[in-house]
């Protein structure tokens, strides 16, 4: 890298004081490129390595001019001292400040040997000039020194006196008024901007700063602040004269802003003022920038300290609120160590789940302690099964695992638990958290309801009284009981009286022996009647329970209890519509398993549903049974009135004939009378024999391919003659795309006749009954329109039941009709509705499958 000295032009050679002053420019440069490279770990951010470098070019130039420091103009003397506590003030040794001028001798000396000078008194005279202003920089130097090591002596005196930051402040104040004797006034504030708080002052009597002068003070604070360099408040008066004028009123002459900086942060303010100085002096300045500069890191870490003081407290009410919430929260919590799985913290709720003290386990292999299974494989958990030593060893996060328990007496439950590591910064796991949750309860309503809804479903599925009293024993084993035992009055025609229900065929066998011998046996018949008497469940504990002491004077239904293996019991009614018939007991033996009022209410829950449906059953038996016995009755009846319907029939025909012969009109009519009546009477045996055949699943159809068109023509054919004599308009429309159907001819005849029939005796003359045949997607569309009365709203959800008639004008019926036809069209595949207005007219159309030409 050049020097600056190698762009200097040809000597010119002078005198060496206008050498200094020609050459001014060139030998700062020189001066500075050489103080700069003195010591690179101390460089400073310019101007501050070489602020008073020119003034003191100037001052050397002048003592060489003349006899040495003498000839110094006045406003010049001092600079080598002012330069050396600038220097002491940005941390240089006096070695350094020593080498700043013996670099500037050297620059001097080489640039004026190039410039082709010689020696002579000159020369003397600039040594001598130097060698007084390192004399006086040195002097200044150490005096400056030795207060400063004073002050900050104090300061460390201040610091280890206290640990408390406002403490130390004070104690600081007090050192900076005593080091420095022109400060009577001295405020630090802490903060930064708006946030700027006084903590410590000195030298004011009214105690705290209150309103204006508080706020003078921060304002003047947030000038230094922004200005990030000591300033006085003549400097920064220009722009604060408010501020300026607030201070001044309380009696302060010189006043002094210093921010204190701490890793290029800005930590608070301290501001000095004097009441009889016009200024401070540098060695003030300087002494008040150090003492602030040294007792910034002081401050910092006392603020630390003072965090660090409220952080261990707020983590001491953390720790104790977290205790509280431990110990109150209703989940058990257990908080372990890695690598061991060392238990640290396990809360009361964590004991009482598993009845065991957990704070004992020191590893993970002491978890063994802990009984458990999985819910759906019955599979054991072995230690490292566990979710928290899972945690432990991988790091494995566990929501909502749901575990089987054996609790420490014995008792089973079931808990959900998560578990979850805690980890540092690095990803390290420091800790493993997990709860518990204790679902027994709730699993087993859960299980209950899940049970009863199958229970009704599964009840709901037959209709057989006996078969609803063995299905409700095949669910109760084993999901609620190792036995169950259903009993039932001696007067029920569908029951066997007794049903036992075991899981393990060779139990059964025992018991059915047992019971054989005991026929019936006292025990069961006692509790039956328990149960008849009292229509209320009872939950049997023990075999010392006092219903069994009232019903066992003999011991026989001890020895019974003993001899099954029994160790509780569950005895409910079984109560429907108001009437017991038996009773459920449902018992436990070999499981372990110990009832309480919970499973009495769903035995009882259960008891109410089987008692229900079996009654349903019995009703239902009881009315197919009434059924069965009126269509047989009906069959009879039907097929012995036809021989003589008959007989009456033909001898009419036979009268018919001769009352034409002989011309005797009178007779002709009532014989017509009595055919009309004859067929209506045929017509409703055929409806009878119909309905009963549908009902019964009897009735047999001839399906083959047939044209939909030809049926509707043919059925609208049979009706004209009785239209016209009527005047009523008869028709029949038929789409040309109508394909063929699978069918019953005669059924789909007997369907559109019946309709026919009843739209010719609702339309009155001059009116309209349309028969229409048309495609739909996957059937053909048979339709009856009529232009008659219409249906009221009300009747037409009861046109399809049977025997129902409604009141519509001109209907005459037995109300068989539109059943059958229904009945008819279902046992086709399709589907028959109505559409009606009153006023308007009503439209019956029903659905036939197309022929499945795949």
């Not at 005096?143 to 090591?149: E, M, P």
């Not at 050192?175 to 946030?195: F, M, N, Q, S, Y």
């Not at 608070?268 to 540098?282: K, Q, T, Y």
């Not at 001819?745 to 609702?762: G, H, K, M």
Request: net charge negative.
């Amino acid at each position: 890298m050049r020097s600056p000295m190698d762009l200097l032009g040809r000597p010119n050679p002078k005198r060496l004081s206008d050498f200094i002053q020609r050459h001014h420019d060139a030998l700062l440069d020189a001066w500075k490129y050489r103080v700069q490279a003195l010591n690179p770990v101390r460089r400073l951010p310019a101007p501050r390595p070489t602020d008073h470098l020119p003034d003191i070019l100037t001052y050397i130039a002048e003592g060489a001019r003349g006899a040495g420091t003498a000839a110094v103009d006045r406003k010049h003397r001092g600079l080598p001292g002012l330069h050396a506590l600038s220097r002491l003030a940005h941390g240089y040794d006096l070695a350094d400040v020593v080498m700043e001028y013996a670099a500037l001798r050297t620059v001097i000396l080489e640039l004026w040997e190039r410039d082709g000078g010689d020696g002579g008194r000159e020369l003397i005279q600039l040594n001598g000039t130097i060698d007084e202003a390192i004399a006086d920089a040195v002097s200044r130097y150490q005096a400056a020194r030795v207060r400063l090591l004073q002050a900050l002596d104090a300061i460390s005196t201040a610091a280890l006196g206290s640990s408390d930051l406002d403490t130390f402040l004070k104690a600081l104040l007090r050192a900076t008024r005593e080091a420095a004797a022109a400060v009577d006034v001295a405020i630090i504030l802490l903060g930064d901007g708006d946030a700027l708080e006084v903590h410590a002052t000195a030298g004011i009597d009214d105690g705290p700063l209150p309103g204006p002068p508080l706020e003078a003070a921060r304002e003047f604070a947030r000038a230094v602040l922004a200005l990030r360099g000591p300033t006085s408040l003549d400097a920064a008066a220009g722009g604060l004269p408010v501020t300026a004028r607030e201070i001044r009123a309380r009696g302060l002459r010189a006043v002094y802003g210093v921010p204190l900086i701490h890793e290029g942060h800005s930590i608070g303010v301290a501001i000095l003022g004097s009441r009889n100085a016009e200024e401070f002096s540098e060695d003030d300045a300087l002494m008040l920038r150090t003492m602030t500069s040294r007792a910034t890191g002081i401050i910092v870490q006392a603020q630390l300290v003072a965090k660090e003081r409220a952080a261990r407290r707020q983590a001491d009410d953390a720790r104790a609120l977290l205790a509280t919430v431990v110990e109150q929260m209703p989940a058990g919590l257990v908080i372990a160590e890695p690598p061991t799985g060392r238990v640290l913290l396990s809360n009361p709720q964590a004991g009482a789940i598993f009845g065991l003290p957990l704070l004992e386990i020191q590893n993970i292999d002491g978890y063994a302690v802990c009984r458990g299974s999985d819910p759906r494989s019955g599979r054991p958990y072995e230690a490292r099964d566990w979710p928290l030593a899972r945690t432990i060893t991988t790091g494995e996060v566990v929501i909502d695992e749901e575990i089987d328990i054996v609790r420490d007496d014995g008792a089973r439950g079931r808990i959900l638990v998560r578990s979850a590591p805690v980890r540092d910064p690095v990803g390290r796991v420091m800790a493993a958290v997990v709860t518990f949750f204790d679902i027994t309860e709730r699993t087993r309503a859960e299980r209950g309801e899940r049970f009863l809804a199958a229970a009704s479903a599964a009840l709901s599925d037959t209709l057989d009284f006996q078969g609803t009293l063995d299905r409700v024993g095949h669910l109760t084993v084993p999901e609620l009981a190792d036995w169950c035992v259903i009993q039932t009055l001696p007067d029920l025609e569908q029951s066997r009286g007794l049903t036992v229900i075991h899981a393990r065929p060779e139990e059964l066998q025992r018991a059915r022996a047992l019971f054989r011998e005991l026929d019936p046996p006292p025990p069961l018949v006692a509790l039956l009647e328990r149960a008849l008497c009292s229509e209320r469940p009872e939950l049997i504990g023990d075999p010392s329970h006092p219903l069994i002491a009232s019903l066992d004077e003999n011991g026989v239904f001890r020895r019974f209890v003993r001899a099954l293996g029994i160790t509780s019991a569950l005895v409910v009614p079984l109560v429907a519509r108001g009437r017991t018939f038996g009773c459920i007991t449902l018992a436990t033996a070999g499981s372990g398993r110990v009832y309480d009022e919970a499973d009495l209410a769903v035995a009882h829950d259960l008891a109410q549903r089987a008692a229900l449906a079996a009654d349903n059953a019995r009703l239902y038996e009881a009315a197919q049974r009434a059924i069965e016995l009126r269509d047989n009755v009906l069959a009879t009846v039907s097929h012995d009135l036809r021989n003589p319907l008959s007989a009456i029939l033909t001898a009419a025909a036979v009268m018919t004939k001769r009352a034409v012969t002989r011309g005797e009109k009178g007779d002709t009519k009532a014989i017509q009378a009595i055919q009309r009546s004859a067929h209506r009477m045929d017509r409703l045996i055929h409806d009878l024999l119909d309905f009963a055949s549908l009902r019964a699943g009897r009735l047999a159809l001839r399906r083959q391919p047939q044209d939909p068109r030809e049926i509707g023509r043919e059925a609208v054919e049979t009706f004209e003659s009785q239209a016209q004599e009527k005047g009523i308009q008869l028709g029949v429309v038929a789409a040309d795309d109508v394909p063929l159907v699978t069918c019953d001819r005669d059924r789909v005849l007997q369907v559109l006749t019946n309709l026919l029939s009843n739209a010719l005796q609702v339309t009155g003359a001059q009116g309209a009954i349309t028969l229409r045949c048309e495609r739909g997607e996957e059937h053909v569309v048979f339709s009856v329109a009529d232009t008659g009365p219409g249906i009221p709203e009300n009747e037409l959800p009861h046109l399809f039941e049977r025997f129902w008639r409604g009141e519509r004008n001109g209907y005459k019926g037995t109300g068989l009709g539109l059943a059958i036809a229904r009945e008819l069209v279902a046992a086709h595949g399709g589907t028959i509705d109505v559409e009606s207005r009153v006023g308007v007219g009503t439209t019956f159309r029903f659905t036939i499958p197309i022929i499945d030409e795949g």
